[in-house]
């Protein structure tokens, strides 16, 4: 790869991370190793043609075009947790990539079952997942971040908000929503 290419590459990972959380790569490896995929079977599941799953996860590409799929990706980080967590069995999780497979988008905030815990309540995580995905799908984390400074002087609480949720990582998002619950 010559040089023009690795800084295309690096760009590319760094603009996923910003619109993602993480680059693709390590997001989609995460996923087949937690749910036992291979690609082409995380292709399939998430509408994708194996080619632009191998250039989303190398970087060639940077930005997942379909909503659709985007969502679908969410829904499996969200599966992967709960057969991590023993709340969903294998065979079950097999089950749930079908009906993931077969989801067609649609809203971003969804109150389908694969958003709620046993008890029947949003788990954290999906909350904190909706609420970034919805920031992330109006705005880009740079121009987050921007609106985020020109609100600290006069609404700091909003502009840690915009900070944490719209260009931060999973893992701060959910301690944040956690700390503020109370």
Excluded: C
Excluded at 18 to 34: K, M
Excluded at 61 to 69: D, S, T
Excluded at 115 to 126: D, N
Excluded at 165 to 179: D, I, L, P, Q, S
């Amino acid at each position: 790869m010559d040089a023009v290419q690795q800084e295309a590459t690096a760009r590319a990972r760094e603009l996923q991370r910003s619109w993602y959380g993480e680059p693709l790569g390590a997001l989609f490896r995460r996923l087949i190793d937690d749910l036992g995929l291979n690609q082409a079977r995380l292709a399939a599941v998430l509408g994708l043609s194996a080619p632009m799953l191998s250039q989303l996860m190398s970087g060639q590409r940077a930005k997942i075009g379909n909503p659709a799929v985007v969502q679908r990706v969410q829904a499996l980080q969200d599966l992967a947790g709960q057969v991590a967590d023993g709340s969903v069995s294998a065979a079950e999780a097999t089950d749930r990539m079908d009906q993931i497979k077969n989801t067609q988008g649609g809203s971003v905030l969804s109150n389908s079952g694969q958003t709620t815990s046993g008890s029947g309540a949003p788990t954290v995580k999906r909350v904190v997942r909706e609420i970034q995905s919805l920031l992330r799908s109006v705005s880009a984390a740079g121009d987050i971040i921007d609106a985020a400074n020109a609100l600290a002087p006069s609404h700091p609480e909003l502009a840690e908000f915009l900070r944490v949720y719209g260009a931060g990582r999973t893992a701060e998002a959910v301690a944040h929503y956690e700390a503020h619950q109370n």
